[in-house]
């Protein structure tokens, strides 16, 4: 199968990622546009989307898979960023080195399964390591599971679990993975990327 991928520049990315989000319901607060905007400006960030047919309709495309990322700076001004280094200092190394953290991502029930999220990934580590990126960080909940699956195969480590003392399921894990040019070898998704308005 060939994975049909578009990296869009930030203010079509941003209303692309708003429409999308629109069909994930276990994302208790969508992104806006402008939210969206306000995040990636001045910063480096990556804005893919992933499309694919209607299986009884070839014809009509949608949008089935979203991923975005962005550096975190060092310093840091954004609070929730300044939060996330704060609460990752002791397993994660930020002075010095290019940290890419993804944001928001998944991929629309029906088409789960089908390898997009991987597809997407290894495209987004294509990109980093291009730009010279040294680890991409993820947090992601407990009750995720097929997040954190496809993160396993992907080789992503977990470095910390902040455990919900209410709710297990709510828990937050975060994950890391170092870049290294040689890790696309392992690499195994059939792409076409398209670069929207750049």
Do not use: C
Not at 4 to 11: G, M, S
Not at 138 to 144: D, E, P, R
Not at 149 to 173: I, Q
Request: aromatic residues 10%.
């Amino acid at each position: 199968m060939e994975y049909h991928i578009k990296q869009y520049d930030l203010e079509q990315g941003a209303l692309e990622i708003q429409y999308i989000e629109e069909f994930f319901g276990e994302f208790p607060r969508k992104k806006t546009a402008a939210e969206i905007v306000r995040r990636l400006t001045g910063r480096a960030h990556l804005i893919l989307l992933a499309t694919a047919p209607l299986p009884d309709d070839p014809g009509t495309v949608l949008p089935v898979s979203f991923k975005v990322a962005h550096e975190i700076k060092v310093p840091e001004t954004e609070a929730k960023l300044v939060d996330l280094m704060h609460r990752l200092h002791d397993h994660v190394q930020f002075a010095g080195r290019r940290v890419l953290y993804t944001w928001i991502g998944g991929t629309r029930r029906d088409w789960r399964g089908q390898g997009f999220f991987r597809a997407l990934t290894e495209q987004q580590e294509l990109w980093a390591i291009a730009q010279g990126f040294d680890e991409i960080i993820v947090k992601t909940k407990n009750k995720f599971y097929d997040m954190r699956g496809t993160l396993d195969h992907l080789r992503f480590e977990v470095v910390k679990y902040e455990r919900n003392a209410a709710d297990n399921a709510e828990s937050k894990v975060y994950l890391s993975k170092k870049l290294l040019p040689e890790m696309l070898k392992t690499h195994r998704s059939a792409k076409t990327v398209v670069e929207i308005g750049n």
